[in-house]
Each structure stands twice: as C-alpha cells, then as structure tokens.
C-alpha cells in the first residue's frame, strides 16, 4: 500500500488527557463526531485514526493489516512520549479493535480499553468468512492458505498476548447477531478473558454489526460516563 494506514484527526484539548479513537473499516470522521463533541466536553482530546478502505480489500495481503499496527503504535507513541505522565485510554471499533488491543498492551500508560465489535481468534474468523459474499473474496485472494492467512491476523489482536491485559480496565461490547466480526467468535474470545480477568465488563446489544456498534455507545454513554472520568 502506497497510503498511510491510517487518517489520523484530532480533537479536543488534553485537560483530563487523550483518547485514542480507532475506527471501523470503510468509515469517515463524520460516524464520530457525536463521540468525540461529548469525549472533548469531558476535557479529552481525542485523537481519530481511520484504518485505511484497502486495508480490507481484494488483492491487498493481510500482512498490510498485521504492518498497520506498528503505524498505530508510532502514532500512540508520539503522543505518549511528550507526557508520559499524562492520562491515556483506547477506544476501538470493529477492525480498529485489532489496533486499540494491540497498542494498550504495548503501553503501560494507557489504563483503560474499551472494544466495539471486536475480532477475537482468526482460525473461527476465517472459516466463517469463506462463505461470505465478500471477505470470501478477499480470503482467497490471499498469496498464503486459509490456515496461514488465520496464523498472520492472530498476530494481532485481543487474543495475542492476552496476560498483558492484568493492568488495564476493559469494556467490550458486541451485538448478538453480528455477521461481520462474529458473535459467535466474541463470546468464546469474552469468555477467555474473563476466566483470567473476571473483573471485564461486558454488554451486549441486540441486532446486527452496525446498529450493534451505534446500540453500544449509547450503552456506554448512559451507563459508563464513570470509565471517562
């Protein structure tokens, strides 16, 4: 890929300290903004990083996915290095889960994590996805086999390297009928990390990937102001 991974946006002022909001695929920063309006009247400066659409494409090799998260770790980096001291959380929607677990297990600065929609273990993911219309498409065209492609995205994620969680507050939210990122897949994932870290909230929304996604922030927002503070 000749683009950045990602559009990175910020908002806000940093007077409680930075939220680092990583988005779904095939979105734009309008979806956002009634977060972070919210998030930045709280005294949060939010900082919006938008996966690259052909990161999930037709041709494009899942290593373009996997080397999109040492992007996301040089974009939290920078911001981390110039206050240290200051506080972090992680917010990640859908594709932008994979990011926002792997960059708040990399930083011990950043407390807390929350999960929209989230990918849970890739070998489950990618037998799904075969019969799917068009990340079917996307899985065959892969340059490695179904199992490989599975072994290259599991570099990635919440269920690499789960034990350096034990510091961090976690949410996760997912809807019960979730065709994209897979129902089924987050409640094994959940269920994983709850036998290590009970203490992991969990909400679940009725429908589908996307009025799942909208149903969870509303639950957070109305439920969970607390975990912004």
Known sequence: MKKPHFKVFEYGAAVRGTIFIF???RTGKLLYQLAIHRLARYGWRCVL????TKLISIGTPYQEIVDAAASADR????????????????MGISLGTLYAADVTKKHPEITKMILSAPFGDFDQ???????HPYFGKVLRSQPTSVRGS??????IGITNDIEKLHTKDVIICYADNDTATHSSVARQTIDQIKQTYPATIVHVSKGGHYIGI???????????QEFFR
């Open 23 to 25: 988005g779904g695929w």
């Open 214 to 224: 909208m149903k969870n922030y509303y639950w957070l927002n109305t439920t969970h």
């Open 75 to 90: 974009h939290v980096s920078s911001y981390i290095a110039l206050d240290p001291a200051a506080k972090y959380l992680v």
């Open 49 to 52: 990083l938008i996966p690259e």
């Open 150 to 155: 599975a072994q290259k995205l599991n570099q």
């Open 125 to 131: 993911h990618v037998e799904l996805w075969q019969s």
